[in-house]
């Protein structure tokens, strides 16, 4: 796996920059860059959507850039069979047909990585990958963009100068409730159930769907981003406001000064970076 992807090209209305590097971390200790990334269009003319598909594999698996390899080339398959129904969602705005829609496709995506752990005699957890993609339209005329996937990562909008995290809440499920549940005429006196042989095996935690569709203006850049440029963007506030200042020039940035800007490093947050943006006119 290449240390580092570098993508870029125009398109509808936007201004697409996308790299994928390897971490500081993992060239220590001489591992594979976890993340993966795949840009892909599927359609002609304006009747057209560009995917981005970014993955992360799990920490410490061995197998991990396979996983994230794996996650990124199926939903794109799945994504090309289905491109002019998502087309013509996304321009009709039927945000609710979208929704259910890539949710089916993201479900089966990461049920093929629990096959394929099955195959290989890994369990789940060590085979898998958070997914996180953007459907962009073709469409100058068209101004909604798409964000959809399972796992952490981080959503922005650079809008204004200002930098402001938009990532879509998710329930948390499975945590524990104390007090009487809902519904209940007692209260849970929290004794657990001896097991028993004929109970099904608990499936391990599965990431909860992510989804947000919005309209951009013009002068908005829109930015995906894994955990590893999530979590110091969240956490270093002079990072935030050197990307803030330096893509909210007037003229995206050339591959060049993209990646350079992309490379700030921040002391403490040594993982890969995985960061696709969206610039528009």
Same mark, same amino acid.
């Given at each position: 796996m290449p240390d580092t992807v570098l993508e870029g090209g125009r398109f509808g209305g936007s201004t697409l920059r996308a790299v994928s590097q390897r971490g500081d971390s993992a060239r220590y200790r001489?591992?594979?860059r976890r993340d993966a990334l795949l840009v892909k269009r599927f359609g002609a003319g304006e009747d057209g959507i560009v995917l981005v598909a970014t993955a992360t594999g799990a920490r410490a698996c061995p197998e991990a850039h396979r996983a994230a390899t794996e996650a990124v080339r199926s939903i794109a398959a799945a994504v090309g069979r289905s491109h002019r129904r998502?087309?013509?969602?996304?321009?009709? +705005? !039927?945000? =609710? /047909?979208?929704k259910s829609g890539l949710h089916r496709l993201t479900d089966r995506t990461l049920g093929r990585l629990r096959a394929a752990?099955?195959?290989?005699g890994l369990a789940p957890e060590e085979y898998t990958a958070s997914l996180r993609c953007l459907l962009l339209p073709t469409d100058a005329q068209c101004r909604t963009r798409v964000f959809f996937g399972a796992g952490e990562g981080g959503l922005f909008r650079l809008r204004g100068g200002e930098l402001?995290?938009?990532?879509?809440?998710?329930?948390?499920?499975?945590?524990?409730?104390?007090?009487?549940?809902?519904g209940a005429l007692t209260l849970d006196p929290g004794i657990g159930r001896p097991p028993s042989p004929y109970a099904p095996v608990e499936e391990p935690r599965r990431e909860p769907f992510r989804f947000h569709a919005s309209i +951009? !203006?013009? =002068? /908005?850049v829109l930015l995906l981003c894994g955990t590893g440029l999530a979590e110091?963007?969240?956490?270093?506030p002079p990072l935030a406001s050197r990307l803030a200042e330096e893509w909210s020039a007037p003229e995206p940035p050339g591959l060049a000064a993209f990646l350079a800007?992309?490379?700030?490093?921040?002391k403490g947050y040594a993982d890969d970076r995985t960061l696709a943006a969206v610039w528009e006119r």
């Open positions: 001489g591992e594979a998502l087309a013509d969602d996304i321009r009709a +705005a !039927r945000r =609710g /047909d979208l752990a099955a195959e290989r402001r995290d938009i990532e879509p809440e998710v329930p948390t499920d499975g945590q524990p409730r104390s007090g009487p549940e809902a +951009a !203006r013009s =002068g /908005d110091p963007l969240r956490g270093s800007t992309s490379q700030t490093r921040v």
